[in-house]
Nanobody, 124 residues
Framework: QVQLVESGGGLVQAGDSLTLSCAASGRTYSVYRMAWFRQAPEKEREWIAAINWSGGSTYYQDSVKGRFTISRDNAKNTVYLQMNSLKPEDTAVYYC?????????????????WGQGTQVTVSS
């Protein structure tokens, strides 16, 4: 099993930056890919970005490309989501997820491990 704990959420103003962290523990060697998802009120959960735990390849949803950066620190077993130029529409609960296989793409169902989520609120 792998445990994921997110942190770093909060209330910010439009245009501000925020960095989320996701600390992984347990059998982290079993994780192939880590991702960030978000879910806004009354909306479906959406995939935002992903990173391969070993090789470091990154993938982004078009709406955040150029504003968000996903990275990882293997020594700390931590994945980050640097969010710049935040917009009110970025307001959501942000979740990190871990997938054991290459099938862990944009579909949340393909991920095996989930954190509890951290709230990000962007005021206009």
């Amino acid at each position: 099993q792998v445990q994921l704990v997110e942190s770093g959420g909060g209330l910010v103003q439009a245009g501000d930056s925020l960095t989320l962290s996701c600390a992984a523990s347990g059998r982290t060697y079993s994780v192939y890919r880590m991702a960030w998802f978000r879910q806004a009120p009354e909306k479906e959960r959406e995939w935002i970005a992903a990173i391969n735990w070993s090789g470091g390849s990154t993938y982004y949803q078009d709406s955040v490309k150029g504003r968000f950066t996903i990275s990882r620190d293997n020594a700390k077993n931590t994945v980050y989501l640097q969010m710049n130029s935040l917009k009110p529409e970025d307001t959501a609960v942000y979740y990190c997820a871990g997938g054991r296989t290459v099938l862990a793409g944009r579909n949340g169902a393909a991920y095996d491990y989930w954190g509890q989520g951290t709230q990000v609120t962007v005021s206009s």
